[in-house]
């Protein structure tokens, strides 16, 4: 019954949503609480397969976040973080990489969508692997993502050129250029010291501002 009741509260929401005249659109409908399940063993696998995807798709992305914080500074996942971060830059084919993640039997928990420029698209499969792919917007030398309401996150593109691969269980994956400048500029000078908590992360995102 529980299983049910989910699918038409997604159903619900997901009309809702597409119903909505608003500036800012927000879906979110997921079968468990990932703030609080950390990665599963699988992480890895599905990473590597989803970055498969996008490159696939010739989709320009890089690890971030979390995920390249753990990899870049400890060589692994922290332990406990709870998603896959991925970051698109100027991908307007949304839809198409949608029908790929959803080949991989992933199942779409969030998506947000802001002056009609989708912003942020969240998968999860039956394992609760979760993959957050962020979606940033070019405007000269600045990208933009707005994924939180009423916020706006900012940084320079040049961390998007030229980006430097990281290798991790026998693949290379791309991570921000200039890693260790954008780790300061996104944790703050004390991103090498690992923390053993997960706070808000809108508290530690150096990249934030309200609108």
Known sequence: MAKYIFILKGLVKHLLFRLSKSEFREYHNFPFD??????????????????????????RYRLTDGTILGLYRQGDFIPHDDDIDIDILDYAQVECLHEMMKSFSMKLGRKVIYKQKVQQMVYYNSDKIVVDLVFWHSEGATVFNYCERGCRRSQEKRFFESMPQLEYRGRKFPMPSQIEEWLGMRYGPDWRIPKTYKGDWKAECGDIERL
């Open 34 to 59: 990932y703030n609080k399940t950390p990665l599963p063993k699988k992480a890895a696998d599905v990473m590597a397969a989803c970055c498969g995807i996008l490159e696939g798709l010739g989709i």
